[in-house]
């Protein structure tokens, strides 16, 4: 079974893994030839060094928000000598502020319209032994407080945008899908996150590679005195994106 498995293209490193947990390894097999993702069917992923488990209910980490983590974390330290307090938008797994309260002096609070991912988040916290104070709210509806970092990886896949089988079929379209040719969130955060940031500040952003243009003009409308920077993933894709007032 672990060649056939392989011979679907996921890694031997995942499939070893699923052969070990597995109850039911013909019928998981089946659900791999119909593109369900098999981080679903083991449970959890790897993040960052984190044990984060994950079902139908939350996107997928992947490995560009690791870096989009590894890159916050070095501006915070550059910026910031002292705890800070950190907003992340649209949490899903929790895997965001799982791995940047495992790494920063800081007070996390994070957000997400959906109940059911917050239920999974709190979950993941409490497996990694992290306090992270977790809101239900449609960005910042809920939301009290100013901040330091706002952080997000939100919704950016326009609606009539081709992807993966996999992710279209089996992974929550509320963390997939945006209006306004993906970008809606984007202005959302930037627009309203005035009232909640403290005058020294870092929002970070993961972005679709073809997406950097437009949400910097976006940036300059509302913070046209602050850094705008561009950052690359290993791929060497425009794919984050970070507004700093130092």
Not at 162 to 187: C, Q, R, T, W
Request: hydrophobic content about 40%; proline content about 2%; charged content about 30%.
């Amino acid at each position: 079974m672990l060649n056939k498995i392989l011979d679907l293209g996921i890694s031997k490193r995942e499939a070893e893994e699923l052969l070990r947990v597995s109850k039911n390894i013909d019928e998981d097999y089946n659900k791999l030839l119909n593109d369900y993702p098999i981080q679903y069917l083991i449970g959890y992923v790897d993040f960052y060094g984190y044990k984060i488990n994950v079902n139908k209910n939350v996107l997928i980490p992947r490995y560009e928000t690791e870096y989009l983590v590894e890159k916050t974390i070095n501006y915070v330290k550059q910026i910031f000598d002292r705890k800070v307090d950190i907003l992340d938008i649209g949490t899903g797994s929790g895997a965001i502020s799982i791995a940047l309260k495992k790494n920063l002096k800081s007070n996390i609070t994070a957000v997400d319209i959906s109940s059911e991912a917050l239920d999974v988040a709190k979950e993941n916290a409490n497996i990694n032994g992290t306090i992270i104070d977790f809101i239900e709210s449609d960005v910042f509806s809920n939301v009290k407080g100013e901040f330091d970092v706002i952080i997000s990886n939100p919704p950016y896949i326009s609606e009539d945008e081709k992807i993966m089988d996999s992710v279209k079929k089996y992974e929550p379209h509320l963390a997939l899908y945006a209006k306004d040719n993906g970008l809606y969130f984007y202005e959302k955060i930037i627009d309203e996150s005035k009232k909640y940031l403290n005058k020294k500040f870092i929002i970070a952003f993961e972005i679709g590679w073809w997406q950097a243009e437009s949400i910097c003009n976006i940036a300059k409308k509302y913070y046209h005195d602050s850094k705008i920077i561009v950052e690359k993933d290993l791929s060497q894709k425009d794919r984050y994106i970070f507004i700093i007032n130092e």
